[in-house]
């Protein structure tokens, strides 16, 4: 009666044990179909990106490329619906974004590259591009100052203050 009793507590303890297994297996094989698809729909907004802008603009299919555009939208965001960390998705659908001339989605995906990856420079100066288009040099300036603070590159931060000492030219060439 005991040996039944201590067979029958470590066949549910092994059990047990499995189950944990097989649940983190599990856990990891979403975490990876997840990600596949991201990576899957990215590449398919990339796609229809580059034939809206490579195929169709050029030739002044206007309508033409605006449709891929709206196709790559769709597919960059079911990419980043499936994994909100890609940050390729998110720097895609800001390139999508700024060739539409949607300035606020881009630069809001810009951000969202920046905190995703706040070593990745030209987040932060493609985000200033975009604010400076919405008319916003003041912020494209302090995105630019917050950038220097994620490099050392001496060569980086002297293309920064570059950057900072044009937008800050164009302001006073406009306010006189």
Excluded: W
Aim: charged share 25%.
């Amino acid at each position: 009666m005991l040996q039944q009793s201590f067979l029958a507590k470590l066949l549910t303890a092994i059990a047990a044990v499995l189950a944990l297994v097989f649940l983190s297996f599990a856990g990891a094989f979403c975490q990876d179909m997840r990600e596949g698809e991201a990576r899957s729909h990215n590449q398919q907004g990339m796609e229809y990106f580059k034939r809206g802008f490579y195929d169709h603009a050029p030739r002044n299919q206007v309508a033409d490329a605006e449709r891929n555009y709206r196709l790559a939208v769709k597919e960059l965001k079911t990419a980043i619906s499936k994994d909100f960390s890609y940050t390729e998705a998110h720097r895609n659908l800001a390139r999508v974004y700024f060739v539409q001339k949607n300035f606020d989605g881009a630069a809001e995906e810009y951000k969202r590259v920046a905190e995703l990856a706040p070593g990745d420079l030209d987040a932060y100066v493609n985000r200033a591009l975009a604010l400076i288009e919405l008319g916003r040099p003041g912020e494209a300036i302090q995105v630019l100052e917050n950038a220097k603070g994620h490099t050392r590159d001496p060569k980086a931060l002297e293309t920064l203050d570059s950057y900072m000492g044009k937008i800050r030219a164009c302001q006073e060439v406009e306010v006189r």
